[in-house]
Structures are given as structure tokens and as C-alpha cells.
């Protein structure tokens, strides 16, 4: 009867590893800002651009967050405001750009991170009129700046140090799914 019982109880728990979705992670929107928070004094995005030989920009990144699969599907657009210092024949200006950028997520398992690409910047605006006038231009450069970072520079790096079921998708994460609000990395192809 014990062995019965056993037999019944191991078939259930077999069942429920492979049929019901248990083998997935969720990693929340809330989980990838403060993810960002968290390396934001590390790793900040700092870059130097030229701008068609007329102008210098030097953009520091900041205030990032995220939003997954809410505006566009399959796709996380995120909010950031940078410090720009442009140096130009017309003078030097300091302003702040707020923009959204919409990126496309990819699971890379070798890494055991979530990167993005196909960046595009979806509006940006600054306190200066004579910045937003040279915006046009400086729209793909920020954007090419903003694509080869993300290309070197996960959005969430997985830890098998944290929560036991991050470390199940560490060691056996295949792809994702974007979900409204979340990242579902899937143990399955």
C-alpha cells in the first residue's frame, strides 16, 4: 500500500514538472528597475559623440526605468533623462533630455542575461531650443550610442546566488516571453 502510494504521489509531482508551466521564471518590471538602481554607480552610460564635425555632445545616462510589454508587445520601452554638455560653434550648452526608447528583449543563455536590440528612441525633448533643433541629428547618433551600450550591457543579469527559482532559471534558462509587465524566462525551447 505504501508503494502504492508513493508510485501515485511520484507520477503527480512528474505530471506537474512537465505539464503545468512550474518551469518558468518571472522577472517583474519592478525587479529590472531596481536592477538598474542597483549598478547605476557602476556601469553608468557615459559617452562622447561628434556631430557631423559641427558639434560635440557628452550624454550621461540616468533616471532609467522600464516598462515591459505594456505599449508595444514584445517589446520593453524605457524612460531615462541624460545630462547632455554640447560643445559647438555656436557655444557650449548644458541640458537634460528626456526621452522613451523602445528596445526588442533577447535571452542569451550562454551569459544568463536579458539584452536588448533594435533600439529606437520614440521622443526625446530638452529645456534648450537650440538642442532640440539639432535633435534630427542627433537622433540616430544617440541611438547607435544607446544600441552598442545595450549590446555589452544586459538589462538584468541572472544571480544563482538570489531566489532558489532565479537560480533554476540560471542553470536551465532557454528563451523568453514578454508578457505585459514581465519577462517570462522560459526552462524550455
Do not use: C, H
Not at 537634460?96 to 535571452?107: E, G, I, N, R
Not at 536579458?114 to 534630427?136: G, Q, R
Not at 544607446?146 to 542553470?171: C, D, G, H, M
Request: hydrophobic share 40%.
Amino acid at each position: 500500500m505504501k508503494k502504492l502510494l508513493l508510485i501515485i504521489i511520484s507520477v503527480v509531482a512528474i505530471a506537474l514538472f512537465f505539464f503545468i508551466k512550474p518551469f518558468s521564471y518571472s522577472l517583474t518590471e519592478e525587479r529590472v528597475n531596481r536592477y538598474f538602481i542597483e549598478r547605476a554607480d557602476s556601469e553608468k552610460f557615459n559617452k562622447q559623440i561628434a556631430i557631423s564635425d559641427l558639434a560635440e555632445a557628452s550624454i550621461k545616462l540616468s533616471d532609467m526605468t522600464a516598462q515591459i510589454g505594456r505599449r508595444e508587445p514584445n517589446k520593453i520601452q524605457f524612460d531615462a533623462k541624460a545630462s547632455i554638455d554640447v560643445k559647438s560653434l555656436l557655444g557650449n550648452r548644458d541640458t537634460t533630455l528626456t526621452f522613451s526608447l523602445s528596445a526588442a528583449p533577447y535571452y542569451n543563455a550562454d551569459e544568463r542575461a536579458i539584452y536588448v536590440k533594435d533600439v529606437e528612441i520614440l521622443n526625446a525633448t530638452t529645456e534648450s531650443s537650440s538642442v532640440n533643433a539639432m535633435m534630427p541629428v542627433m537622433k540616430p547618433i544617440l541611438e547607435d550610442a544607446l544600441s552598442s551600450y545595450f549590446e555589452t550591457k544586459p538589462v538584468y543579469q541572472l544571480n544563482p546566488e538570489k531566489r532558489w527559482k532565479e537560480k533554476l532559471a540560471y542553470r536551465f534558462g532557454k528563451g523568453i516571453e514578454v508578457v505585459p509587465g514581465n519577462i517570462i524566462i522560459t526552462f524550455r525551447d
